[in-house]
């Protein structure tokens, strides 16, 4: 019985080879400290449930850093708070595996909030060990976010007073506010009751995880004698008649009956299907010859611009996706952000024979203007010879410069005729391509499939595009 | 038609996914938003996970986490969120974890704005974080190298295992262009150092602890080792015009695309100017541009920032060419107009 008592969980390392220090027997923390205690909950448990070769154990920041010395699992280290964050990419990249993150007060009621609060709102399958031990242990008994009231740390020299440092902070109670969490218990290391209490509650949290049930917290009431600057007596006094006041026992939820264990499915995708379901294979293989044109209309450097919601994003992409087709060097580019929002939208394209190099159209030999300010903006920097395509119905002024080609057509009118407004911007395009030459209608039409999302807008965006293209067309200059 | 047009965020996307990549966590941002979009859209239909985390912070250690995995994972910010990731990163580094990281950079100091600038080079390309430690910088500057780098960016941090970052701007990320996409790579090895949560994995350690100074030093020279093998291996430029250039001008990411149209008008005038474009900023190519500051007379360096990039290609010509330096800031693009005039008074100074 004694020696089955002294025996080493299996799931600890017989010797720790990863302590630098002389002797590989002893863990490295102090005597009396109630960290050993819980990693034998734990080791025990993984022993129990033969889970020890699926476990990947996330030490913290903190007396545990060196957690990985003890446990014959998978190791990883994390930086101070972000266990759970670790520990939310390591199961999510391997589902399969037993990822318990344990961390001390500082570790996740400070610095890492954040982390714990969202791994516990997101159900992540893993489990955490919360060691609250009311005090900073590794870097010399300072305060955490759990000391009590009055309690002296170096940090505190005359007690935490709720004035300067707030109130202890109550993981239990906050966590299991969540909805999502399935499992949230408070024990306290103290006597072998209690100690027993809490090796239950370390066994359920990793049975939790293996049964797929979902996210599992437990806090633990943990002795740092050397903090606290008390013997390992005192220390256990202490939690029962001080902090336990103040940190109540006890399950603060328990879901497990009710969930329904969750996996992910697992996809098996073939090369073309992953092709297919990132949408990288273009829609059409055909080729669109290129027309001929009057030269001082090669390489248009074009500026889109109008209102947002006048599709101006949307009839640059067309003439882009135009060049593409008919092989042209091509690119686009908008303006975004809140100058979006502030409902004037413009964007850049180029269309170039030769590779494009800035995407940036600064001096535009085409401006295509939706709306009045968008004339007003950009008509003084369209180089000398270029070309002003305005629409008639929503401008109410003229191009002031005589130095460069006029291109005035109602496209709004015209589509509000064909019987849908929207369609304006497609008839701009069609009409800078008939009035210049520039892309074959054919080929202005397969941008459409592109372009139109809706499918039963296909038609009338055609015939938006006959009508731009042919109204174009017949004001070409000869 | 073989190419599809689109925005180089979506096309970094479609890269990592080609590169094995399943699993991305991210924050948004202006203009880096598109790659958590997209990757939202995509990666759950390849049977992977987008995640989008409480913060930049908690992103990158979910990648860390994954990463301490071994499989292809990657995250994405712009310069605020950046700063935020660096602690992150340097514990990839310490623990020689690969990793992908985009920077869309936008406009800073502080919240700045979101227009395009090149002021993370420093905190990107000079390690960033605390410790010793370097990333590999690959600078795209077109749609079809947004998708091409991040496929390289995942080998390289693979093959050294070492983050590496993919460092664009607002427009290269905004900016729509033809793409060509190849096909899918599937088989991503099983790495002898990952934890996998198996039997065979267990006695594996992810971790940059090491307590004893000597042994940090030792793991410290493996790092620097490292970073020399890289210097030897993957340093990567486009070069202009530079056969018989008496000048230099030197920029990257989208203020190159400026800068080539600028060497073809000054070419035009008879002027010799030639570009050198940097694909990695670490490593830097300092080896050319020592070649070349034997034959060239001036080197211009081009920047969207207050001039970080400049000061490699000083330390590199060394003090035996004048280095000149013009930069924009806030958001500003150069245009090739003002940079053909800048290069003419660079002439003009010389005679
Ligand atoms: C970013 C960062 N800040 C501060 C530290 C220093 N530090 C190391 S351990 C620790 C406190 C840990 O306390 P706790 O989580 O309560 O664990 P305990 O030591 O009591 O087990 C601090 C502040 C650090 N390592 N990293
Ligand atoms: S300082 Fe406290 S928590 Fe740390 S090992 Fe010692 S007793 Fe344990």
Known sequence: MASKVLQKPASFYDTYERNPSTDKKMPHYCPGCGHGNVHK?????????????????????????????YFDTGNIQAAHGRAPAVATGIKRAHPHSIVISYQGDGDLAAIGTAEILHAAN????????????????MTGGQMAPTTLETQKTTTTPTGRNARNEGYPVKVAELISQLEAPVYVERVALFDNKHRSRARMAVRKAIKNQADHLGFSLVEILSPCPSGWKMDPVDSLHWIKDVMMNQFPLGVYKDNTKEVEPYEAPKMQLSDEEIKQAIEIIPDTEKEFKKTEYAERYANPEIKVAGFGGQGVLLLGAALAQAGLLENYNVSWLPSYGPEMRGGTANCHVNVRNIPVGSPVVNDPTVLIALNRPSLEKFEPVVVKNGLIIYDTSLIDIEVQRDDVEVLAIPATEMADKLGNTRTANMIAMAAFAGYTGIFNRETLKETLKTAIKRKKLLAINEKAVDEGYEFGKSKRPS | MSKLLMKGNDAIVRGAILAGCRIYFGYPITPASEIAESAARYMPRVGGTFLQAESEIASINMVY?????????????????????????????????????????RGGPGLGNIAPEQSDYNQVVKGGGHGNFKCPVLAPNSVQEMSDLTQLAFEIAEKYRTPVYVLADGYTGQMMEAVEFGEPFTNVPKQDWAVYGDAESKHNLISSIYLDPEELEEHNRKLQQKYENIKQNEVRVEEFMLDDAEYVVVGYGIVSRVLKTTVERLRSQGLKFGLLRPITLFPFPEKRIIELAKMAKKFLAVEMSNGQMVEDIRLAVNGSRPVEFYGRMGGVVPTAAELVERCQNLVKKEN
């Not at chain 2, 301490?68 to 990657?74: A, E, F, I, T």
């Open chain 1, 122 to 137: 997101r159900g992540e399958n893993i489990t955490v060990f919360f060691i609250n031990n009311a005090i900073y242990g």
């Open chain 1, 41 to 69: 909950f734990i080791a025990e448990a993984l022993d129990n449930y033969e889970l020890a070769d699926r476990t990947i154990f996330i030490s913290p920041v903190g007396c545990s850093v060196f957690g990985y010395y």
């Open chain 2, 65 to 105: 986490g994954a990463a301490g995995g071994g499989v292809r994972v990657m995250t994405a910010s712009s310069g605020p969120g950046i700063s935020l990731k660096q602690e992150g990163i340097s514990y990839a580094a310490g623990s020689e974890l690969p990793c992908v990281i985009v920077d869309i950079m």
